[in-house]
């Protein structure tokens, strides 16, 4: 996942509510995103559903297109593995430039790579751990609304099931 973060020094209240709408907003649209995929591979045979297919696959190529233009406008962000839960979130980083332990920051998590928008979460540095030549960084959210929590513990539910379900279909295949 590509992440990226910057200092946060104003208060979080300020900035809470149009952060919130477009966080909503962006956790919606990937959870319906995978709900229409679930279907399309439910239902392979019905017209409406191929046309379906058809339109959605033109959008993801037409939000490809504006990711990329949009990405090149944006401060590059940072392949990383980042373990994702409900309060807070962790990755490793062999980066020069880190956080200090307590720091306020914007955490952006690109969770869908054909999306330039990335989720955008108020959080606190929590810890700051070398770990064989890179740094551990974990961070606790903070001031998330409620539909915000919600509609991100339904994606890291959806995510952490299909890794269980990939991990079994690797297991048939071995």
């Known amino acids: 996942m590509l992440l990226n973060w910057e ?4 208060d979080v209240a ?7 709408e477009k966080n909503e907003r962006l ?13 399309h591979a439910d239902e392979s045979g019905d017209r409406v559903v191929a046309d379906l297919a058809r339109v959605e696959a033109k959008l993801d190529l ?10 090149q406008e944006q401060s590059p962000a940072v392949a990383a593995t980042v373990e994702l839960w409900l309060k807070g979130a962790s990755w490793s980083s ?8 307590g ?7 690109y969770i869908d790579s054909r999306l330039a928008q ?10 700051v751990a070398g770990v064989a030549g890179s740094s551990r ?13 919600d509609l991100l513990a339904k994606l890291i539910f959806r995510q952490h099931r299909r890794m269980i379900a990939q991990r079994k279909a690797g297991k048939r295949l071995e």
């Open 7 to 10: 200092a946060r020094t104003d």
């Open 14 to 20: 300020s900035d809470r509510p149009a952060e919130d």
């Open 27 to 39: 956790l919606r649209t990937l959870l319906f995103s995978q709900d229409l995929h679930h279907e």
């Open 62 to 71: 037409l939000l490809d297109m504006v990711s990329t233009l949009s990405r």
């Open 94 to 101: 062999a980066n020069d430039r880190l956080p200090e332990l």
């Open 103 to 109: 720091d306020r920051l914007w955490l952006s998590l």
């Open 118 to 127: 990335p989720l955008r979460l108020p959080a606190r540095v929590t810890e």
């Open 137 to 149: 960084i974990t961070v606790a959210f903070e001031a998330l609304g409620e539909p915000v929590q």
